[in-house]
């Protein structure tokens, strides 16, 4: 049995636990603290990334807490699919940018980590769970009751 229950049906146990990576977006705020990062980081980049993964933190949460309340015959995955779409936006405009504007990698300070290791984490989790949500369980592996990945949570 799951301790995180997803609603049952396999997009949502396979989307499910990557919207949970997304719960710790509320690092780029460090982007806004002086002394984490220097005093010369232009704020046109710092701003949008870190209010962008704010907002995108929130709607991880609703999209989390909407997966929860879903049923296996009627998922809610609406606020998944804006959550996922927003949140690669967002890291898309990082990457946009971060090249574009900040000249000195060493502005970044301490924040240097999260483009080089969250980010790419998260695209990929973003990315993934797209696919998910837009392929179709297959009629054959759905009437055998085979989940459509290897990854997707059965709930017992």
């Known amino acids: 049995m799951d301790l995180i229950y997803f609603g049952g049906s396999a997009a949502a146990g396979i989307v499910g636990w990557a919207t949970i990576i997304n719960f710790f977006r509320y690092f780029a705020t460090t982007l806004l603290i002086a002394g984490l990062v220097s005093h010369r980081l232009p704020s046109g980049f710092a701003d949008p990334a870190a209010f962008g993964d704010l907002i995108s933190l929130v709607l ?82 759905t009437a055998a009751g085979k989940l459509p990945s290897p990854l997707a949570t059965p709930v017992a």
């Open 60 to 141: 991880a949460y609703v999209a989390f807490i909407g997966l929860q309340r879903s049923r296996a015959e009627k998922p809610l995955l609406f606020p998944v699919w804006v959550f996922n779409i927003v949140g690669a936006a967002d890291l898309l405009l990082a990457m946009v940018l971060g090249p574009a504007l900040v000249h000195d990698p060493g502005d970044m300070g301490l924040a240097y980590i999260i483009p080089t290791v969250y980010v790419p984490l998260l695209l990929v989790a973003h990315f993934y769970s797209l696919k998910a949500l837009s392929q179709r369980p297959s009629e054959k592996s």
